[in-house]
């Protein structure tokens, strides 16, 4: 009796290795290795991982596509430093494919656990569960799961050799086997919440998140999460004590477990990353660094004028010079009828003169161009889904609630290029689009089948966007939206001022 398990818990680190902010080109308290330098870890102490750690920042897409030029792999190091014990897969560790994944199991000293990916080739060193005996005897039962939307949001090629199947029933199965030989059972999903923590009114009607009912139906002592990048220090439903932390390497969760007669008495908290950090991989990658950085500084294009951080309200309401850009760059790849872009939740500008810093600033994701047949119908669907964005609230135009708690998601409005429209917000929802035009002036015909460029996860369908995700796919890029930029602004030179839009939003 008396026993204790001490957990610290990481996930959604996307890349972020070194105590620095690429785009603002400064240091910050985040990273692996401040991690490392900050926790102290003994023989009751576990260092776990919820993935998604691949993606996310020049120095892994610097390091991904200069690969061969290194005999070591910074992310795996990193996470070599923390002394991480066990780790799943995030949907975005599936974004470079099989072999990538195989080189990072490889250099990782952790052990990855995922129920739910079946590797048909058989060389990834993927576990489904183990039973971790602590110094102290408690044996502690560890399986992994993610979202199987990586189904939905991973280019076909990517998952020629893996299959991921639904994750509820994985993790149940790994827990009836835990069940006979733990004393306390945790579960490691690269997903999140469906429902609301505090009202319980569900938040999507999708499965990307099945959190509430892995903790509803299965019984796990501990669900540690990830994937919705929210500070969630500690919450129990149905008996199971769960908890997530934000992205970035920025905080990481501390869970104690207290053995008691009846069970175990379980308590968690969100920690801030602080500024210490060890050398030895910090003197490392310095020269990687040096190569990023003089990568990052490239002059590759010129701006009319420079783009002001832009307003989200703001662009919403008048359009954004930025999605501008992304749109255009999609129209002329693709050669499509129309295009449709999103922005991050950070207000985004553009400096008159664009270095390949800037572009991973305001692009920081590894997306790619697919191209939709869609009726006129299903443009009209999709531009209703985002005016539910805007509202009016004391007479004045704002944000929807409904995009901002319990979690932001200005990513979830989108921009369109090739057409004439117009909201009225004043109108009920779904009744909003009252302009809908081609910028020739001809009306966008209900039953007439276009084409659309968008992202490859907008094509999914997620974000609400229903009828994108059913329509016919005409063809699945593999290039990345990041290197698309940098092509587009390399081949122009000079930007004038893109016009590929027109928009009005009537409020009053």
């Known amino acids: 009796m008396n026993r204790k398990l001490k957990i610290i818990f990481t996930s959604d680190t ?4 070194l105590p620095f902010n690429y785009p603002t080109n400064s240091p910050e308290n985040s990273g692996l290795l401040n991690i490392a330098g900050q926790i102290e870890k003994d023989g009751e102490t576990l260092v776990i991982d919820g993935g998604d750690s691949l993606q996310g920042t020049p120095l892994s897409q610097y390091f991904l596509s200069n690969e061969d030029k290194y ?9 070599n430093e923390m002394k991480c014990d066990y780790f799943t897969l995030g949907n975005h560790d599936f974004n470079f494919g099989y072999d990538e994944i195989k080189n990072y199991l490889n250099a990782m000293n952790a052990r990855c656990l995922c129920a739910n990916v079946v590797d048909k080739r058989g060389e990834l060193k993927i576990e489904k569960s183990t039973v971790h005996t602590l110094s102290n005897g408690l044996r502690v039962g560890i399986t992994g799961v993610v979202t199987d939307y990586v189904n939905l949001w991973e280019r076909e090629e990517n998952l020629t050799e893996l299959e991921v199947t639904e994750p509820i029933a994985a993790a149940g199965a790994e827990l009836a086997k835990l069940k006979e030989e733990s004393d306390i059972t945790v579960c490691i999903y690269h997903g999140g919440f469906e429902k609301d923590l505090e009202t319980g009114k569900p938040l999507a009607d999708t499965r990307e998140n099945v959190a509430c009912e892995m903790c509803e139906k299965l019984g796990f002592d501990i669900l540690l999460t990830g994937h919705q990048h929210m500070s969630i220090p500690s919450v129990e439903i149905s008996g199971t004590h769960a908890a997530q932390p934000a992205d970035q390497a920025k905080e990481y969760i501390e869970l104690e477990a207290f053995e008691e007669e009846d069970g175990f008495d379980i308590e968690s908290k969100l920690v801030k990353v602080g500024s210490v950090h060890g050398e030895g991989l910090f003197e490392r990658l310095q020269p990687m660094q040096a190569e990023i950085q003089k990568w990052l500084d490239q002059t590759i294009g010129e701006l009319a004028e420079e783009i002001k951080p832009e307003d989200k309200l703001e662009c919403a309401l008048n359009g954004s010079k930025v999605a501008d850009l992304f749109n255009q760059v999609e129209l002329e790849y693709s050669k499509a009828d129309f295009a449709c872009a999103s922005l991050g939740n950070e207000a985004l500008g553009i400096p008159k003169y664009i270095s390949i810093r800037d572009v991973a600033h305001i692009y920081p994701f590894a997306n790619t161009v697919t191209i939709k047949f869609v009726t006129g119908q299903t443009i009209k669907d999709s531009l209703e889904r985002s005016a ?10 704002a944000i929807s609630d409904t995009f901002l708690k319990p979690k932001i998601e200005h990513y979830n409005y989108d921009f369109w290029a090739g057409l004439d429209y117009e909201f009225d917000i004043r109108k009920p929802v779904g009744e909003r689009v009252v302009k809908l035009l081609t910028m020739k002036g001809e009306p966008v015909i209900m039953d007439k089948v276009y084409t659309l460029a968008a992202n490859n996860y907008r094509a999914t369908g997620t974000g609400g966007y229903y009828a994108i995700g059913e329509s016919e796919t005409k063809l699945s890029s593999t290039e990345e939206m990041p290197d698309l930029i940098i092509e587009f602004l390399k081949r122009h030179g ?7 839009r027109r928009f009005k939003v009537t409020f009053e």
Not at 71 to 79: Q, V
Not at 389 to 397: A, F, H, S, T, V
């Open 494 to 500: 000079k930007i004038d001022e893109i016009k590929n």
């Open 71 to 79: 005999d070591f792999h910074p992310i795996a190091e990193g996470f």
């Open 388 to 397: 539910e964005y805007l509202e009016i609230r004391d007479g004045k135009p």
């Open 14 to 17: 996307h890349g972020h290795v």
